[in-house]
């Protein structure tokens, strides 16, 4: 297996507890549906690499817990991601009304420039549906970013919604890439005032 | 194996390929092997010390000695002499590797072998760029090439050695307390040697448990069947606030309403692989109703996610409800605060290498607090509950076995169970009553400790026969020669030390922690993980095998803590040290010389 790449993104999923975070991050990067999945706790990230146009993307994906209370982690589990993908769920209306308590969320800690786009996940169940295709694409639409529905257990849409994001934090990125050849910076835990304590004593250098 | 062969391959590639690489292979699995046998936290023990040598069923296996890892053996064999001499090193090999002379890396035979599986592809990496023609696709990958430096110099360094916790008791693991023995010997024993048996070796099926966990958790000092009904009735209370709520009231009662659907989100995917609660089971129903009562018990608290995974091996085994959950986001972020001084205090070289790696946030220790080790200890083929039960048992008891060492001084002990779930069961109401006792607990932390504002549950569990006070101690207090602080002494002590403190099951908590760190630390800086590995490292860690070897290891920690002065440390480096050899001096009191260096070295 050739582990080289050309691009390293740092990708988020974020959205309420329970609509399917971790089962479409399962499905990405396993191509598997476990139907035993635990709820997330802290933070996790898998890796997938994939190709586009030829070159090698290596997507870092971040799962964190829905929860609010949960996450201790918000501002370092933003820094340095180029990406974000918002799920609700389209069995759960308050999810998604809860989409835009998150963009604001993402509008606060992440940087400027992020992608973003919005999953409604569990498009397979049809009979319980709260959300319609419509007014997902609606909200998002307002919000001028991209929508797909998924479904994680039917694999629908998975992949395509990554590839999707992916391939326009791409363009971005050699646009950028090409004015300042070294502006990117992708850091997971940036360097904090802590960092300092190297022993714990004042005056160590 | 797989990986064994591939990293024989990459040598290869990079021209280092001889007539030795089979040898070399070899070697290389040796050496793996050696190192993954070093039963990590025992091994760093000096013989001489630490280690009681016979008696102890768990002590690690003798190490063969091998001659191609002289360095490595010597420094785990000997450390100080040999990290003394190589100290003032440390600074700059863990930034900067170049700075080792020649003479020093080849006395290093073995190392280049040091390569964990997943090593070959750094070095693929790096080896892959002077290659012309590369640069034709620019590498965007900043977090590996702010790495490049050390990663251009691909001899692996030995990690520092460990420093050895300057605990000054030897401390033991014993197998789980089954119920025959119990009966054979709990005449003859008090209480709290009965306790701190229960702290050594956990106990060992679930019916016992059913009979001692009310003496485990604080609710009885008596070893008889405990009557629950008191509790049972507490737990029908609430349980009924929540089971007589109409559909219709539901609808206009949002708070309740947002509770209750997280909770059925997370029941219905909590353990769902343990047989007790595999597919429709009537036990999903319980847990569910456990959690809404808890949630009417503790309205504010609600529902946090993680105490599902609390509640369900309580639920398995008392097969009734009960459990309790603490979570704040302040005292969770305090505690990794602490756990990151903790390292700081006995690990120099690691803090260094994890502030080198941005890594100082501690965040992989995220999910082992809030789940009390549970998901790290039940991910196995059995997904049994056991080895995580066992660990609780020891968290829930080490308030009492603290005191252990100037045991005269009676049964005030620090009881908090904040964080740590509490749980009762068929009486869930324990757990109310443990809740309550958060709350004393809780109060005094914050030094406004109101008798008043317990409610009542509280009330009862405090005129239970036997209660527990939680004297907040002060360094002097422990200290002091047998005394029985009464509720008043202890409160009185509480403006003193206005800092926020740890309860004793969190700061036992975070001996867990520590020993799991010291146990992967030779790994991890062998490997040169950068923060994200780290983070997938600790995240995918197996720990069920070595229970016993980590619970021995937290418990040097936590005697080192609790009679050592390593809490008293741990709380001094919160404030800015203005002198700076004070710690030092502190330690000399009480700690035999060879232990100077541990804290020495951090003046380096």
């Not at chain 1, 035993?36 to 994939?50: L, P, Q, Y």
């Not at chain 1, 999810?95 to 420039?113: G, K, M, V, Y």
């Not at chain 2, 020669?481 to 403190?501: A, C, F, G, I, Q």
Request: charged residues 25%.
């Amino acid at each position: 297996m050739d582990k080289t790449y050309d691009y390293l993104f740092k990708l988020l999923l974020i959205g309420d507890s329970g609509v399917g975070k971790t089962c479409i991050l399962f499905r990405l990067t396993e191509d598997a549906f476990s139907t035993t999945s635990i709820s997330t706790i802290g933070i996790d990230f898998k890796v997938r690499t994939i190709e586009l146009d030829g070159k090698k993307i290596k997507l870092q994906i971040w799962d964190t817990a829905g929860q609010e209370r949960c996450r201790v982690i918000p501002t370092a589990y933003y820094r340095g991601a180029t990406g974000v993908m918002l799920v609700y769920d389209v069995t759960n209306d308050k999810s998604f009304a809860n989409i835009n308590n998150w963009i604001r969320d993402i509008e606060e800690h992440a940087s400027s420039d992020v992608e973003t786009m919005i999953l409604g996940n569990k498009s397979d169940v049809n009979d319980r549906r709260q959300v319609s295709r419509e007014t997902g694409q609606q909200l998002a639409t307002e919000y001028g970013i991209k929508f797909m529905e998924t479904s994680a257990k039917a694999s629908v849409n998975v992949e395509e919604a990554f590839f999707a994001l992916a391939k326009d934090i791409k363009t971005k990125t050699d646009k950028q890439l090409a004015s300042h050849p070294h502006s990117t910076r992708n850091t997971l835990f940036p360097y904090t005032p802590n960092a300092h304590h190297c022993c714990g004593k004042q005056g160590c250098k | 194996m797989s990986e064994t062969v591939r990293f024989v391959a990459s040598a290869g590639n990079r021209g280092n390929g001889d007539p030795n690489e089979a040898p070399a292979a070899e070697e290389m699995h040796e050496f793996i092997t050696f190192q993954r046998q070093l039963s990590r936290p025992t091994d760093h023990y000096r013989p001489n010390r630490l280690v009681p040598g016979e008696g102890n069923p768990y002590a690690p296996p003798p190490k063969a000695s091998h001659t191609s890892h002289t360095y490595l053996s010597k420094f785990l064999r000997d450390p100080i002499a040999t990290s003394l001499n190589s100290f003032s090193k440390v600074t700059n090999y863990v930034t900067s590797p170049t700075f080792y002379d020649e003479e020093y890396l080849s006395s290093l035979p073995a190392l280049h072998l040091l390569r964990p599986p997943g090593y070959a592809e750094r070095v693929n990496r790096s080896s892959r760029s002077p290659t012309p023609g590369d640069n034709e696709h620019p590498v965007i990958d900043p977090m590996t090439t702010s790495n490049n430096f050390n990663v251009v110099n691909t001899v692996p360094l030995p990690p520092p050695a460990l420093p050895p916790i300057p605990c000054t008791q030897p401390q033991c693991r014993l197998p789980a307390l089954t119920l025959q023995e119990f009966e054979d010997t709990s005449a003859e024993l008090s209480i709290d040697d009965i306790i701190e048996r229960i702290f050594r070796g956990g106990l060992n099926d679930n019916d016992f448990r059913h009979r001692l966990w009310p003496l485990v958790l604080g609710l009885t000092e008596e070893v008889t069947e405990f009557d629950w009904s008191a509790l049972s009735d507490l737990y029908d209370k609430y349980h009924s606030q929540w089971n007589s709520i109409l559909p219709d009231q539901e609808m206009r009662f949002t708070a309740y309403r947002e509770r209750k659907s997280l909770i059925e989100r997370d029941v219905i995917r909590c353990d769902r692989s343990h047989a007790f609660y595999k597919g429709t089971s009537d036990n999903l129903e319980k847990l569910r109703a456990l959690l809404l009562t808890y949630t009417m018990y503790d309205f504010d608290t609600g529902y946090v996610q993680g105490m599902s995974d609390l509640a369900s091996p309580l639920l398995y085994v008392m097969d009734g409800n009960g459990t309790n959950f603490e979570m704040s986001q302040s005292s969770i972020k305090f505690q990794l605060e602490m756990l990151w001084k903790l390292i700081e205090l006995t690990d120099p070289c690691f803090a260094q290498y994890l502030a080198n790696k941005e890594s100082t946030n501690c965040y992989f220790a995220f999910r082992w607090i809030v789940c009390q080790f549970k998901r790290e200890f039940m991910k196995s083929e059995s997904d049994e509950y056991n080895d995580c039960l066992i660990l609780w048992e020891s968290i829930w008891t080490s308030h009492i076995v603290r005191k252990f060492g100037h045991k005269s001084d009676d049964t005030t002990s620090t009881a908090s169970q904040l964080l740590t779930c509490d749980t009762n069961t068929t009486e869930p109401q324990t757990k109310t009553m443990i809740g309550g006792h958060e709350k004393i607990n809780k109060s005094l932390s914050t030094g406004a400790l109101n008798s008043n504002t317990i409610d009542v549950p509280d009330v009862k569990f405090r005129n239970g026969p036997h209660m527990r006070s939680n004297s907040f101690r002060t360094k002097s207090e422990r200290r002091e020669p047998p005394k029985t602080p009464t509720k008043k002494e202890s409160l009185s002590s509480v403006p003193k030390t206005p800092e926020k403190h740890l309860t004793d099951a969190e700061l036992y908590s975070l001996s867990i922690c520590l020993s799991i760190i010291r146990r992967e630390r030779d790994l991890i800086m062998a490997q040169q993980l950068d923060a994200t590995e780290i983070l997938k490292h600790f995240n995918t860690l197996q720990l069920k095998s070595d229970l016993e070897n980590i619970l021995l290891h937290a418990s040097h920690i936590w005697y080192w803590l609790t009679h050592d002065s390593g809490e008293s440390l741990l709380y001094k480096s919160e404030q800015p040290a203005n002198e700076p050899t004070e710690d030092f001096d502190l330690l000399c009191d009480s700690m035999p010389d060879e232990d100077y260096y541990i804290i020495n070295a951090s003046n380096i």
